[in-house]
T-cell receptor, first 113, second 112 residues
């Protein structure tokens, strides 16, 4: 069975500093990988996805993620964090068959002034 | 934004009562999903549907049932609500590409 680990429950970053959120997955085949963001009291918004091809993928709001098969990782990055980026971030892996997703437990990003 | 609505958005109910949550989509997508979100657990799949009258269990299906009689509607029923089912429930549908899911606004359910 597939699984996703997000090692950091909370991360605090200063506004303007760079950000990296970690995601490790376990999946037997080539994974479909996603990052979602959830602002307080809101639903989940898709930030970016990896299906195949270029291992560095660009998403919305200036985010990018890099797929590293050798490390089973799909880390999310942003060069300069804005206060509006404060939210919870979820990594997910897609399984074969009926397009189901397995989510990590999330990382809460706090942005300090 | 994907056309997904959930109703009700908030509900408080008593232990032992039946509860039905509705997910409605206007995208005519085949696949629909119900998740629950709890602090420290992320999102966990309850049930999903891959067509009208075609459903299957997810990771945390005990105590829940679903029905899909029309493409646009996917109902989640708690036959006899328990306090452990207090949660935020999200519906999702797949987008244009396989696996890419879009989420509804959620339903906050409190079982007292």
């Amino acid at each position: 069975a597939q699984s996703v680990t997000q090692p950091d429950i909370h991360i605090t970053v200063s506004e303007g500093a760079s950000l990296e959120l970690r995601c490790n997955y376990s999946y037997g085949a080539t994974p479909y990988l996603f990052w979602y963001v959830q602002s307080p009291g809101q639903g989940l918004q898709l930030l970016l996805k990896y299906f195949s091809g270029d291992t560095l993928v660009q998403g919305i709001k200036g985010f990018e993620a890099e797929f590293k098969r050798s490390q089973s990782s799909f880390n999310l990055r942003k060069p300069s964090v804005h206060w509006s980026d404060a939210a919870e971030y979820f990594c997910a892996v897609g399984s074969s068959g009926y397009s189901t997703l397995t989510f990590g437990k999330g990382t809460m990003l706090l942005v300090s002034p | 934004d994907a056309g997904i609505t959930q109703s009700p958005r908030h509900k408080v109910t008593e232990t032992g009562t039946p509860v039905t949550l509705r997910c409605h989509q206007t995208e005519n997508h085949r696949y629909m999903y119900w998740y629950r979100q709890d602090p420290g657990h992320g999102l966990r799949l309850i049930h999903y549907s891959y067509g009208v009258k075609d459903t299957d269990k997810g990771e945390v299906s005990d105590g829940y049932s679903v029905s899909r009689s029309k493409t646009e509607d996917f109902l989640l029923t708690l036959e006899s609500a328990t306090s452990s089912q207090t949660s935020v429930y999200f519906c999702a549908i797949t987008g244009q590409e396989d696996y890419e899911q879009y989420f509804g606004p959620g339903t906050r359910l409190t079982v007292t």
